[in-house]
Protein backbone atom coordinates (compact mmCIF):
# COMPACT_ATOMS: atom_id res chain seq x y z
CA UNK A 1 0.00 0.00 0.00
CA UNK A 2 2.68 2.66 0.58
CA UNK A 3 4.13 1.68 -2.40
CA UNK A 4 1.09 2.81 -4.53
CA UNK A 5 0.06 6.13 -2.52
CA UNK A 6 2.34 8.29 -4.60
CA UNK A 7 0.95 6.67 -7.67
CA UNK A 8 -2.40 7.15 -6.07
CA UNK A 9 -1.76 10.82 -5.57
CA UNK A 10 0.12 11.37 -8.50
CA UNK A 11 -3.09 10.48 -10.39
CA UNK A 12 -5.65 12.36 -8.46
CA UNK A 13 -3.51 15.27 -9.12
CA UNK A 14 -3.06 14.64 -12.49
CA UNK A 15 -6.76 15.18 -13.26
CA UNK A 16 -8.27 17.12 -10.30
CA UNK A 17 -9.56 20.34 -11.89
CA UNK A 18 -8.39 24.26 -11.53
CA UNK A 19 -10.21 24.94 -7.76
CA UNK A 20 -12.46 28.10 -9.04
CA UNK A 21 -14.87 29.20 -7.10
CA UNK A 22 -17.78 28.85 -10.19
CA UNK A 23 -16.11 25.22 -10.61
CA UNK A 24 -13.20 23.84 -12.57
CA UNK A 25 -12.23 25.53 -15.72
CA UNK A 26 -9.46 23.20 -17.04
CA UNK A 27 -8.43 19.57 -16.59
CA UNK A 28 -5.10 17.74 -17.08
CA UNK A 29 -4.07 14.42 -17.91
CA UNK A 30 -1.35 12.08 -19.73
CA UNK A 31 1.07 14.41 -17.84
CA UNK A 32 4.92 13.26 -18.00
CA UNK A 33 8.31 13.86 -18.93
CA UNK A 34 10.91 12.98 -19.97
CA UNK A 35 14.11 12.03 -17.93
CA UNK A 36 16.55 13.39 -19.74
CA UNK A 37 19.98 11.25 -20.95
CA UNK A 38 23.53 11.65 -19.17
CA UNK A 39 24.77 15.07 -19.81
CA UNK A 40 21.83 17.00 -20.43
CA UNK A 41 19.97 19.30 -18.43
CA UNK A 42 17.63 19.98 -20.64
CA UNK A 43 13.71 18.09 -19.63
CA UNK A 44 10.86 17.94 -22.12
CA UNK A 45 7.35 18.05 -20.38
CA UNK A 46 3.95 16.42 -22.22
CA UNK A 47 0.57 16.84 -21.07
CA UNK A 48 -2.99 17.54 -22.17
CA UNK A 49 -5.21 20.05 -21.52
CA UNK A 50 -9.06 19.83 -21.64
CA UNK A 51 -11.02 23.28 -21.47
CA UNK A 52 -14.19 22.60 -19.52
CA UNK A 53 -16.40 25.42 -20.20
CA UNK A 54 -17.28 27.14 -23.11
CA UNK A 55 -15.68 30.19 -23.57
CA UNK A 56 -11.58 29.18 -25.17
CA UNK A 57 -9.05 29.75 -22.75
CA UNK A 58 -5.06 30.23 -22.93
CA UNK A 59 -2.64 28.98 -21.37
CA UNK A 60 -0.09 31.80 -20.59
CA UNK A 61 2.29 30.18 -18.88
CA UNK A 62 4.17 27.08 -16.80
CA UNK A 63 6.12 27.63 -13.71
CA UNK A 64 8.14 25.06 -11.63
CA UNK A 65 9.88 25.43 -8.61
CA UNK A 66 12.56 22.86 -9.69
CA UNK A 67 13.59 24.71 -12.69
CA UNK A 68 15.14 28.18 -12.89
CA UNK A 69 13.73 28.26 -16.33
CA UNK A 70 10.47 26.90 -17.66
CA UNK A 71 9.14 28.08 -21.53
CA UNK A 72 6.44 26.39 -24.14
CA UNK A 73 8.15 25.67 -26.97
CA UNK A 74 6.74 23.93 -30.41
CA UNK A 75 8.28 21.51 -32.46
CA UNK A 76 7.60 22.72 -36.08
CA UNK A 77 8.01 20.49 -38.90
CA UNK A 78 8.94 22.24 -42.01
CA UNK A 79 10.37 19.74 -45.44
CA UNK A 80 11.35 17.25 -43.17
CA UNK A 81 13.64 19.57 -41.09
CA UNK A 82 12.54 19.84 -37.26
CA UNK A 83 12.92 23.19 -35.99
CA UNK A 84 11.82 24.78 -32.56
CA UNK A 85 10.38 27.98 -31.47
CA UNK A 86 9.06 29.27 -28.24
CA UNK A 87 5.58 29.83 -27.71
CA UNK A 88 4.10 32.59 -25.34
CA UNK A 89 0.70 31.68 -25.23
CA UNK A 90 -1.40 28.26 -26.30
CA UNK A 91 -4.89 28.87 -26.90
CA UNK A 92 -7.45 26.24 -26.21
CA UNK A 93 -10.82 26.02 -27.40
CA UNK A 94 -14.31 25.89 -26.26
CA UNK A 95 -14.85 22.58 -24.62
CA UNK A 96 -11.70 21.54 -26.50
CA UNK A 97 -8.82 20.28 -26.03
CA UNK A 98 -4.66 20.76 -26.33
CA UNK A 99 -2.01 18.09 -26.48
CA UNK A 100 1.38 18.95 -25.66
CA UNK A 101 3.12 15.98 -27.14
CA UNK A 102 6.19 14.80 -28.66
CA UNK A 103 6.86 16.69 -32.15
CA UNK A 104 4.47 18.94 -30.73
CA UNK A 105 3.68 21.62 -28.00
CA UNK A 106 6.45 20.81 -25.42
CA UNK A 107 6.89 22.82 -22.10
CA UNK A 108 10.72 22.97 -22.01
CA UNK A 109 12.46 22.42 -18.19
CA UNK A 110 15.80 24.59 -17.55
CA UNK A 111 18.29 24.31 -15.54
CA UNK A 112 17.13 21.95 -12.61
CA UNK A 113 17.52 22.26 -9.21
CA UNK A 114 18.77 18.68 -8.65
CA UNK A 115 19.36 15.23 -10.90
CA UNK A 116 16.27 14.13 -11.80
CA UNK A 117 15.51 10.43 -12.81
CA UNK A 118 12.67 8.64 -14.00
CA UNK A 119 10.47 8.19 -10.66
CA UNK A 120 11.16 11.83 -9.39
CA UNK A 121 8.05 14.26 -9.24
CA UNK A 122 8.08 17.28 -10.70
CA UNK A 123 5.70 20.18 -9.31
CA UNK A 124 3.82 22.19 -12.49
CA UNK A 125 1.52 24.96 -12.15
CA UNK A 126 -0.25 26.16 -15.26
CA UNK A 127 -2.04 29.57 -15.23
CA UNK A 128 -5.00 30.37 -17.60
CA UNK A 129 -6.45 33.92 -19.37
CA UNK A 130 -9.00 33.77 -17.17
CA UNK A 131 -6.86 34.26 -14.05
CA UNK A 132 -7.24 30.51 -13.10
CA UNK A 133 -4.18 28.34 -11.96
CA UNK A 134 -3.49 24.53 -12.42
CA UNK A 135 -1.13 22.80 -10.07
CA UNK A 136 -0.18 19.09 -11.67
CA UNK A 137 2.45 16.47 -10.50
CA UNK A 138 4.24 14.99 -13.20
CA UNK A 139 6.45 12.08 -12.91
CA UNK A 140 9.77 11.69 -14.46
CA UNK A 141 9.67 8.72 -17.01
CA UNK A 142 11.81 7.06 -20.12
CA UNK A 143 9.07 6.33 -21.99
CA UNK A 144 5.51 7.76 -22.55
CA UNK A 145 2.94 6.31 -20.68
CA UNK A 146 0.66 4.21 -22.39
CA UNK A 147 -2.83 5.92 -23.83
CA UNK B 1 -3.21 -19.56 -99.20
CA UNK B 2 -6.03 -21.55 -97.06
CA UNK B 3 -7.49 -20.28 -94.38
CA UNK B 4 -6.16 -22.67 -92.05
CA UNK B 5 -2.76 -22.54 -92.79
CA UNK B 6 -3.13 -18.74 -92.48
CA UNK B 7 -5.04 -19.39 -88.74
CA UNK B 8 -1.82 -21.48 -88.05
CA UNK B 9 0.80 -18.61 -89.19
CA UNK B 10 -1.39 -16.38 -86.65
CA UNK B 11 -1.04 -18.26 -83.62
CA UNK B 12 2.71 -18.84 -84.10
CA UNK B 13 2.73 -15.43 -84.23
CA UNK B 14 0.86 -14.75 -80.91
CA UNK B 15 2.91 -17.10 -79.52
CA UNK B 16 6.24 -16.13 -80.09
CA UNK B 17 5.22 -12.93 -79.12
CA UNK B 18 4.06 -13.48 -76.07
CA UNK B 19 7.10 -15.27 -75.65
CA UNK B 20 9.30 -12.39 -76.41
CA UNK B 21 7.14 -10.22 -73.51
CA UNK B 22 7.39 -12.84 -70.93
CA UNK B 23 11.53 -13.32 -71.56
CA UNK B 24 11.57 -8.98 -71.54
CA UNK B 25 9.35 -9.35 -68.08
CA UNK B 26 11.38 -12.04 -66.50
CA UNK B 27 14.85 -10.05 -67.72
CA UNK B 28 14.11 -7.07 -66.51
CA UNK B 29 11.63 -6.98 -64.32
CA UNK B 30 12.85 -8.21 -60.98
CA UNK B 31 11.39 -11.19 -59.84
CA UNK B 32 9.96 -9.78 -56.68
CA UNK B 33 7.83 -7.12 -56.15
CA UNK B 34 8.82 -3.80 -54.33
CA UNK B 35 7.31 -4.01 -50.80
CA UNK B 36 4.54 -1.44 -49.65
CA UNK B 37 6.53 0.19 -46.90
CA UNK B 38 5.60 3.04 -44.92
CA UNK B 39 8.83 4.08 -44.99
CA UNK B 40 10.35 5.94 -48.19
CA UNK B 41 11.77 3.19 -50.23
CA UNK B 42 14.50 4.76 -52.44
CA UNK B 43 13.58 3.88 -56.21
CA UNK B 44 17.34 3.16 -56.30
CA UNK B 45 19.90 2.74 -54.03
CA UNK B 46 22.16 5.68 -53.79
CA UNK B 47 25.97 4.97 -52.76
CA UNK B 48 27.08 7.32 -50.22
CA UNK B 49 30.04 9.14 -51.08
CA UNK B 50 33.20 9.22 -48.65
CA UNK B 51 32.96 10.49 -45.33
CA UNK B 52 35.31 10.96 -42.32
CA UNK B 53 33.65 11.46 -38.86
CA UNK B 54 34.54 10.11 -35.50
CA UNK B 55 32.68 7.83 -33.59
CA UNK B 56 32.20 6.18 -29.64
CA UNK B 57 33.18 2.99 -31.27
CA UNK B 58 36.92 4.15 -31.37
CA UNK B 59 36.90 3.55 -34.93
CA UNK B 60 36.94 6.40 -37.45
CA UNK B 61 32.94 6.61 -39.16
CA UNK B 62 33.55 6.63 -42.66
CA UNK B 63 31.85 4.83 -45.78
CA UNK B 64 33.95 1.68 -44.95
CA UNK B 65 32.50 1.21 -41.93
CA UNK B 66 28.71 0.76 -43.16
CA UNK B 67 29.64 -1.63 -45.17
CA UNK B 68 28.84 -5.78 -44.60
CA UNK B 69 25.93 -4.65 -42.32
CA UNK B 70 22.81 -2.47 -42.24
CA UNK B 71 23.19 0.72 -40.64
CA UNK B 72 20.44 3.48 -39.99
CA UNK B 73 21.24 6.91 -39.23
CA UNK B 74 19.44 9.48 -37.41
CA UNK B 75 20.91 13.18 -37.07
CA UNK B 76 20.28 15.66 -33.83
CA UNK B 77 22.14 16.83 -31.46
CA UNK B 78 22.55 15.79 -27.81
CA UNK B 79 20.80 18.95 -26.38
CA UNK B 80 17.54 18.08 -28.53
CA UNK B 81 14.69 17.78 -25.46
CA UNK B 82 12.00 16.75 -28.20
CA UNK B 83 12.53 15.29 -31.48
CA UNK B 84 16.16 13.44 -30.45
CA UNK B 85 14.96 11.86 -27.53
CA UNK B 86 11.96 10.80 -28.65
CA UNK B 87 13.50 9.00 -32.42
CA UNK B 88 16.43 7.36 -30.22
CA UNK B 89 13.91 5.95 -27.83
CA UNK B 90 12.02 4.71 -30.52
CA UNK B 91 14.61 3.00 -32.79
CA UNK B 92 15.56 1.57 -28.91
CA UNK B 93 11.99 -0.13 -29.51
CA UNK B 94 12.29 -0.68 -32.49
CA UNK B 95 15.40 -2.96 -32.17
CA UNK B 96 13.60 -4.11 -29.57
CA UNK B 97 10.92 -5.53 -31.92
CA UNK B 98 13.62 -6.99 -33.96
CA UNK B 99 14.72 -9.46 -30.95
CA UNK B 100 14.49 -12.62 -32.98
CA UNK B 101 16.23 -11.62 -36.02
CA UNK B 102 19.81 -12.87 -36.26
CA UNK B 103 22.37 -10.64 -35.32
CA UNK B 104 23.73 -10.46 -38.84
CA UNK B 105 20.49 -8.86 -40.05
CA UNK B 106 20.23 -6.35 -37.39
CA UNK B 107 20.94 -2.76 -38.09
CA UNK B 108 23.49 -0.69 -36.11
CA UNK B 109 22.28 2.75 -35.18
CA UNK B 110 24.11 5.72 -35.50
CA UNK B 111 23.23 9.12 -33.80
CA UNK B 112 25.45 11.60 -35.92
CA UNK B 113 25.14 14.68 -33.78
CA UNK B 114 25.24 18.27 -36.02
CA UNK B 115 26.25 20.14 -33.14
CA UNK B 116 30.13 19.58 -33.09
CA UNK B 117 30.54 22.75 -30.80
CA UNK B 118 28.44 21.26 -27.72
CA UNK B 119 28.48 17.33 -28.33
CA UNK B 120 32.08 15.52 -28.22
CA UNK B 121 32.36 11.86 -28.01
CA UNK B 122 32.38 11.54 -24.31
CA UNK B 123 29.24 12.89 -24.06
CA UNK B 124 27.57 11.66 -27.25
CA UNK B 125 28.90 7.92 -26.05
CA UNK B 126 26.63 8.48 -22.44
CA UNK B 127 23.57 9.81 -24.76
CA UNK B 128 24.10 6.68 -26.57
CA UNK B 129 24.49 4.15 -24.86
CA UNK B 130 21.57 5.84 -22.52
CA UNK B 131 19.19 4.87 -25.30
CA UNK B 132 20.61 1.52 -26.22
CA UNK B 133 24.15 -0.12 -25.52
CA UNK B 134 24.71 -0.62 -29.13
CA UNK B 135 24.07 2.73 -30.84
CA UNK B 136 27.00 4.36 -31.75
CA UNK B 137 27.44 7.84 -31.48
CA UNK B 138 29.25 9.71 -34.37
CA UNK B 139 30.43 13.63 -35.33
CA UNK B 140 32.87 15.55 -36.54
CA UNK B 141 33.21 19.43 -37.84
CA UNK B 142 30.98 20.92 -39.93
CA UNK B 143 32.30 20.32 -43.04
CA UNK B 144 32.64 17.04 -42.49
CA UNK B 145 29.30 16.29 -41.73
CA UNK B 146 27.85 18.16 -44.81
CA UNK B 147 29.73 15.50 -46.63
CA UNK B 148 27.17 13.10 -45.35
CA UNK B 149 24.35 14.87 -44.69
CA UNK B 150 24.26 17.13 -47.81
CA UNK B 151 24.03 13.60 -50.27
CA UNK B 152 21.67 12.71 -47.67
CA UNK B 153 19.43 15.87 -48.07
CA UNK B 154 19.51 15.77 -44.33
CA UNK B 155 19.51 19.25 -43.33
CA UNK B 156 20.84 21.50 -40.52
CA UNK B 157 21.16 24.91 -38.98
CA UNK B 158 21.82 27.08 -35.89
CA UNK B 159 19.25 29.80 -34.07
CA UNK B 160 21.12 32.24 -32.63
CA UNK B 161 22.18 31.71 -29.37
CA UNK B 162 19.93 33.62 -26.65
CA UNK B 163 22.06 35.45 -23.55
CA UNK B 164 22.80 32.18 -21.49
CA UNK B 165 24.47 30.92 -24.88
CA UNK B 166 21.85 28.73 -26.13
CA UNK B 167 20.65 27.78 -29.13
CA UNK B 168 18.55 25.31 -31.48
CA UNK B 169 19.60 23.31 -33.79
CA UNK B 170 17.15 22.71 -36.71
CA UNK B 171 17.83 19.44 -37.89
CA UNK B 172 16.23 16.63 -40.47
CA UNK B 173 14.30 14.26 -38.29
CA UNK B 174 13.71 11.03 -40.74
CA UNK B 175 16.34 8.48 -40.21
CA UNK B 176 17.93 6.75 -43.12
CA UNK B 177 18.55 3.54 -43.83
CA UNK B 178 21.73 1.92 -45.44
CA UNK B 179 22.28 -1.39 -47.12
CA UNK B 180 25.16 -3.55 -46.14
CA UNK B 181 27.11 -1.66 -49.58
CA UNK B 182 26.77 1.81 -48.14
CA UNK B 183 23.99 2.86 -50.41
CA UNK B 184 20.58 4.80 -48.82
CA UNK B 185 18.18 2.83 -49.72
CA UNK B 186 15.32 3.81 -47.90
CA UNK B 187 14.07 7.04 -45.67
CA UNK B 188 11.84 6.83 -42.35
CA UNK B 189 10.00 9.87 -41.05
CA UNK B 190 8.41 10.89 -38.40
CA UNK B 191 6.08 9.74 -36.80
CA UNK B 192 7.93 6.49 -36.07
CA UNK B 193 6.06 3.60 -35.34
CA UNK B 194 8.67 1.13 -34.03
CA UNK B 195 6.27 -2.17 -35.00
CA UNK B 196 6.17 -0.43 -38.90
CA UNK B 197 9.41 0.47 -39.14
CA UNK B 198 10.75 -3.32 -37.76
CA UNK B 199 8.48 -4.77 -40.61
CA UNK B 200 9.13 -2.66 -43.21
CA UNK B 201 13.17 -2.68 -42.46
CA UNK B 202 12.32 -6.73 -42.35
CA UNK B 203 10.62 -6.14 -46.38
CA UNK B 204 12.87 -4.24 -47.26
CA UNK B 205 15.51 -7.33 -46.14
CA UNK B 206 13.95 -9.49 -48.12
CA UNK B 207 13.56 -7.47 -51.30
CA UNK B 208 17.28 -6.41 -51.26
CA UNK B 209 18.32 -10.53 -50.36
CA UNK B 210 16.00 -11.66 -53.33
CA UNK B 211 16.65 -8.93 -56.03
CA UNK B 212 20.63 -8.55 -55.75
Known amino acids: MPRRLPVLLLLLAAFVPAARGEGPSVRAGHVWIRQAPPGVSVLAGYFSIENLTDK???LTSVKSPDFGTVEMHESVSQGGTESMR????VDIPALGSVEFKPGGYHVMLMQPKKNLFAGDMVSLTLAFSDGSELAILAPVRRDPPQR | MKSKTLLAYAG???????????AGYLTFHPRHPRPVTEAVLLHEAKPLPEFTL???AGQGFTRAALLGHWSLLYFGYTHCPDACPTTLSELDHMQGQLRGVPAADKPAVYFISVDPQRDDLALLRNYAL????????????????KALTAPLGVDFS????DRKGDYGVNHSTFVVLVDPE??????????LQPKRMAADYLAILKYYGENT
Open chain 1, 56 to 58: PLT
Open chain 1, 86 to 89: QVGE
Open chain 2, 12 to 22: LCILAIAGGLL
Open chain 2, 54 to 56: SDT
Open chain 2, 130 to 145: YFNPAFIGATGNVESL
Open chain 2, 158 to 161: YDPA
Open chain 2, 182 to 191: AREVALFTPP
